[in-house]
């Protein structure tokens, strides 16, 4: 594979100044030429502005978080990332690389989740070029290829989780996004190492039910709600009577039997669990009318 090699060009305000000072002496000699009618000095001074100038294509400027990847003849000579005014061959090809630091954010991707219920996802990836060379010569276009591969990787991301946890521990979209946002981003950096890209970081932006889904989705969340609620409700309950079964027994308030004692326990989950105020009813027989 063709790596990176970093290159130190001659600096170029030393080269301007040395080609302005051949420029300077040449036209001196053109004169002196001139008044000697000498043509043979007139030609050598015609070829020296013509290289001179020809010279002056080797200037390069290279600003803060970019290089410049050389080329000569098509081969790869190195890239040059110090900024600054610099001076190279003039018949190399200079291509200009951003280092800074880019952001992508992919369309809306339509996908089945792992348990096969269509969504809408989509996410931001923040990433920057590291390895010039890679950049250039391994891949076609490497911020196409940035865009293809990273909303690849949100797709297959998506099919390997559900989009809501159904058992204890499991991990979804849309409660684990710390742990979804780190996989997204080793996998898209698995993708894009090949072009010399670094991800730094890769999270979901959008994440949602398919339209065609979304309300009968909501209405089982809010049923499984419902059912979280009233098992924590009827586990509260149960607790209670048997605190108070437990109490009336250790002070001997009332000697109750098997029959009495089921009766309690169930007038207790009724006033317990209902979700209405219990209504007093006033007993004017026995215990057992």
Same mark, same amino acid.
């Given at each position: 594979?063709?790596?990176?090699?970093?290159?130190?060009?001659?600096?170029?305000?030393?080269?301007?100044?040395?080609?302005?000072?051949?420029?300077?002496?040449?036209?001196?000699?053109?004169?002196?030429?001139?008044?000697?009618?000498?043509?043979?000095?007139?030609?050598?001074?015609?070829?020296?502005?013509?290289?001179?100038?020809?010279?002056?294509?080797?200037?390069?400027?290279?600003?803060?978080?970019?290089?410049?990847?050389?080329?000569?003849?098509?081969?790869?000579?190195?890239?040059?990332?110090?900024?600054?005014?610099?001076?190279?061959?003039?018949?190399?090809?200079?291509?200009?690389?951003?280092?800074?630091?880019?952001?992508?954010?992919?369309?809306?991707?339509?996908?089945?989740?792992?348990?096969?219920?269509?969504? &809408?996802? $989509?996410?931001?990836? /923040?990433?920057?070029?590291? #390895?010039?060379?890679? %950049?250039?010569?391994? +891949?076609?276009?490497? *911020?196409?290829?940035?865009?293809?591969?990273?909303?690849?990787?949100?797709?297959?991301?998506?099919?390997?989780?559900?989009?809501?946890?159904?058992?204890?521990?499991?991990?979804?979209?849309?409660?684990?996004?710390?742990?979804?946002?780190?996989?997204?981003?080793?996998?898209?950096?698995?993708?894009?190492?090949?072009?010399?890209?670094?991800?730094?970081?890769?999270?979901?932006?959008?994440?949602?039910?398919?339209?065609?889904?979304?309300?009968?989705?909501?209405?089982?969340?809010?049923?499984?709600?419902?059912?979280?609620?009233?098992?924590?409700?009827? &586990?509260? $309950?149960?607790?209670? /009577?048997?605190?108070?079964? #437990?109490?009336?027994? %250790?002070?001997?308030? +009332?000697?109750?039997? *098997?029959?009495?004692?089921?009766?309690?326990?169930?007038?207790?989950?009724?006033?317990?669990?209902?979700?209405?105020?219990?209504?007093?009813?006033?007993?004017?027989?026995?215990?057992?009318?």
């Amino acid at each position: 594979m063709l790596r990176e090699k970093e290159i130190k060009g001659i600096s170029g305000w030393l080269m301007l100044v040395a080609l302005l000072g051949l420029l300077a002496g040449g036209i001196y000699l053109l004169i002196s030429a001139i008044r000697a009618e000498d043509p043979l000095w007139i030609i050598l001074w015609l070829v020296a502005c013509v290289a001179i100038f020809f010279c002056l294509f080797g200037l390069t400027i290279v600003n803060p978080n970019e290089a410049r990847v050389i080329q000569l003849f098509g081969r790869y000579v190195g890239s040059l990332k110090a900024q600054g005014l610099w001076w190279v061959n003039p018949l190399t090809l200079r291509r200009k690389v951003s280092l800074r630091v880019r952001n992508f954010e992919s369309s809306k991707l339509k996908v089945n989740d792992h348990d096969g219920n269509p969504i &809408e996802i $989509a996410s931001v990836v /923040v990433w920057r070029v590291v #390895e010039t060379a890679e %950049a250039i010569f391994h +891949v076609d276009d490497y *911020e196409h290829f940035v865009h293809v591969q990273s909303e690849s990787a949100v797709r297959n991301l998506a099919t390997s989780y559900p989009y809501d946890a159904h058992e204890e521990g499991q991990i979804s979209l849309r409660l684990a996004a710390g742990e979804i946002a780190h996989k997204l981003r080793e996998e898209i950096q698995e993708r894009l190492v090949q072009a010399g890209v670094e991800v730094i970081e890769a999270r979901i932006s959008h994440l949602a039910y398919a339209p065609e889904i979304a309300s009968a989705m909501l209405r089982r969340q809010q049923a499984s709600a419902i059912i979280a609620a009233r098992q924590k409700i009827v &586990e509260g $309950a149960v607790g209670m /009577v048997e605190m108070a079964l #437990e109490l009336l027994s %250790a002070k001997k308030v +009332v000697q109750l039997d *098997e029959e009495r004692r089921a009766t309690m326990v169930s007038n207790l989950l009724v006033v317990l669990c209902s979700d209405r105020d219990a209504q007093p009813v006033v007993n004017t027989g026995t215990l057992y009318q």
